[in-house]
């Protein structure tokens, strides 16, 4: 049974993977806009670095907790960036979270996500508004926790929540970054949705049916 779940995170990390391959061009052109170009790029090499190390994990007989960290600290190891980071640290804190024990229900997946989105807020310090992937993050983490409070099954909660992070990942076209590399060029931003925020509704849409099926 936690030998399944930690199938299901490798099957999420390659979808991840997926998914960045084919979006790498167009988040690069978002960055470019007011950032440095270069998430698209970011987010492939990550993600590549995390899929890898966490199928190599799971191949060991590591449990989901384990593959998660390990993909974690190879994504902050390789992807460069503040996304790569933060990303490598969303993931370990979260495969802390779920640990090896079992297959996480409703609760626990909660758990889990809040425990990704504290450890980015920890070390990004960005808060609503502030035109980052919080802004679909956290949208993310309310919404789901809110639906499974309300007795939802996981699948239900995770795929609700992640039309709501795509929804808000499209609203920050209206902000103005107040965080990271975008800022200096905060009035070139408007109009376009930010890329950390566009990535993270993707991949977190994408990982639902394995994570959350
Ligand atoms: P870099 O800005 O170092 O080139 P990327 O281009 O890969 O890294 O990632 C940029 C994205 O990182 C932004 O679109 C934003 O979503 C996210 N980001 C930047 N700063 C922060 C922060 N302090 N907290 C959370 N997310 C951030
Ligand atoms: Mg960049
Ligand atoms: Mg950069």
Avoid at 8 to 15: D, G, I, T
Avoid at 29 to 54: E, P, S
Avoid at 79 to 100: C, D, F, H, I, K
Avoid at 132 to 140: E, H, R
Wanted: charged share 20%.
């Amino acid at each position: 049974d936690s030998r399944t779940y930690a199938v299901q995170c490798v099957a999420a990390l390659e979808a991840a993977r997926q998914s960045l391959h084919a979006a790498e061009s167009r988040l690069g052109d978002l960055d470019a806009v007011a950032g440095d170009g270069d998430h698209g790029r970011g987010m492939v090499r990550g993600i590549d670095a995390a899929a890898t190390a966490g199928a190599a994990a799971g191949t060991r007989g590591a449990g989901a907790g384990s593959v998660l960290i390990a993909a974690g600290d190879a994504w902050a190891d390789k992807a460069g960036g503040t996304s790569g980071v933060l990303w490598g640290a969303g993931l370990r804190a979260l495969g802390e979270s779920l640990g090896n024990q079992r297959t996480p229900g409703a609760e626990e997946l909660a758990a889990g996500i809040t425990a990704f989105a504290a450890r980015i807020t920890d070390l990004g310090k960005a808060g609503p508004g502030d035109k980052t992937m919080m802004d679909a993050l956290l949208p993310f983490t309310e919404s789901f926790t809110r639906l499974v409070q309300e007795g939802a099954e996981p699948r239900q909660a995770w795929a609700s929540a992640g039309l709501e992070a795509v929804a808000a990942a499209e609203a920050t076209a209206a902000l103005r970054p107040l965080k990271g590399r975008a800022r200096p060029l905060a009035e070139k931003s408007l109009g376009t949705p930010d890329p950390g925020a566009t990535s993270l509704a993707m991949i977190f849409t994408v990982m639902g049916p394995f994570l959350a099926g």
